[in-house]
């Protein structure tokens, strides 16, 4: 019997339209003043405001910080969290993508602790409880609304990660409607992302079980079925909402199960040239799947029929090559940039990402094949 531990958010929330419930699950947590976190790209469509109309005509007070920055540094946090203790609020919300989702867990917790986002930086290390929190992702990719993680920019170039059970929200709200008409090349780097979660929960090392495996085979096959209509149909309400459902169950399955090389090697095409985390992992993808195939083969073959229902497994060594084949097929038919070179990485650069790769230590720990710094100057060079 294998040992394991699975830890998720209390309650999830799915349902077209399930926005409309906020009042009232708001009520339920006895909340009266909420902060609601955002940036300021998702303030401009109009939603936001929707949002905030809506809690307050249930009577709730709202105050707004819709600042949050993409990869959100430092300094945005703690101005945040600043902020929410002036306002005196007693619950948070996150809406957006990752970054205001990150910004919102971390602001539940600094708001109602005296410790220092310094002291929560790793593993295990925020202490006590937090402020209520609700999550409400708007794009399906990064999971965040499910995970213990937020990612925080700590220097010119560098990121590190609070990961602790706090930061699960109390309810995650998924509500399908709050992504249509999501651009295509958005729809297809969120969505990559989050097949990437699933993959990399499925071969990851060191805490991989039944529970991260069953989400991510369930996250990887609709997810699979469902990009391609999302992005050339970003009002298909069916496909946005397997793609929300997808990216949740992914987001479940890599906060048991972490992620491993193609995160670690995506951070630092992040921080520095700032491109979004989704297409760094697209980007990169391809390369770390036939650098793991040597120990990942059955693994792979395994998650065959997630792209291919119904597909005749021959192998394991033919079906993860099918596997990878697949996976490519897929992204060379996203609207992305396809190598690092079309997304502005100087070829010269590509020693000092391998050395900052190896910075990440956290992820590269889950990888199934040990990733030196010469492997991963390879993986880049072939993804160049």
């Not at 079925?225 to 949740?248: Q, T, V």
Request: hydrophobic share 45%.
């Amino acid at each position: 019997m294998m040992n394991f531990q699975f830890e998720t958010c209390r309650r999830i929330v799915f349902e077209n339209g399930a926005s409309r419930q906020l009042p009232e699950l708001c009520q339920a947590l006895a909340r009266k003043h909420l902060l609601l976190v955002t940036d300021p790209g998702l303030k401009a469509t109009g939603i936001v405001e929707r949002i905030q109309q809506l809690l307050e005509q249930g009577g709730l007070a709202v105050s707004l910080y819709s600042d949050v920055q993409a990869d959100p540094p430092e300094a945005v946090v703690l101005a945040a969290a600043a902020f929410a203790r002036e306002q005196g609020i007693d619950g948070v919300i996150g809406l957006g993508g990752g970054s205001s989702m990150d910004v919102a867990k971390l602001i539940a917790v600094l708001a109602y602790s005296n410790q220092s986002l310094t002291q929560m930086y790793g593993i295990g290390n925020v202490q006590g409880e937090r402020l209520p929190l609700i999550q409400i992702p708007t794009t399906a990719g990064t999971g965040s609304e499910v995970t213990p993680i937020a990612i925080v920019t700590t220097g010119e170039t560098t990121k590190m990660g609070v990961v602790s059970p706090q930061l699960l929200p109390d309810i995650a709200l998924l509500d399908p409607e709050l992504t249509l008409g999501l651009p295509p090349a958005v729809t297809a780097a969120t969505g990559i992302d989050a097949m990437v979660h699933a993959i990399e929960a499925y071969t990851s090392r060191l805490k991989k079980n039944p529970y991260s495996d069953m989400l991510a085979r369930q996250a990887l096959t609709l997810m699979a079925a469902n990009l391609p209509i999302a992005i050339n149909e970003g009002n298909n309400i069916e496909a946005r909402s397997n793609m929300l459902l997808g990216a949740c169950l992914a987001g479940q399955a890599f906060a048991n199960a972490p992620v491993a090389a193609v995160h670690a090697l995506a951070y630092p095409l992040g921080g520095h040239y700032h491109i979004p985390h989704g297409l760094s992992n697209s980007l990169v993808l391809p390369a770390v799947l036939e650098f793991n195939a040597s120990v990942a083969a059955n693994h792979y073959a395994e998650l065959l029929p997630c792209l291919q229902p119904g597909v005749q497994i021959l192998s394991p060594h033919t079906a993860c090559d099918q596997f990878i084949a697949a996976m490519r097929k897929l992204v060379a038919q996203a609207p992305l940039p396809q190598t690092l070179k079309e997304a502005g990485v100087p070829e010269s650069d590509l020693p000092m990402l391998a050395s900052d790769a190896m910075l990440q230590q956290r992820l590269l720990v889950n990888n199934p094949r040990e990733v030196s710094e010469a492997d991963a100057l390879t993986i880049y060079r072939s993804a160049f």
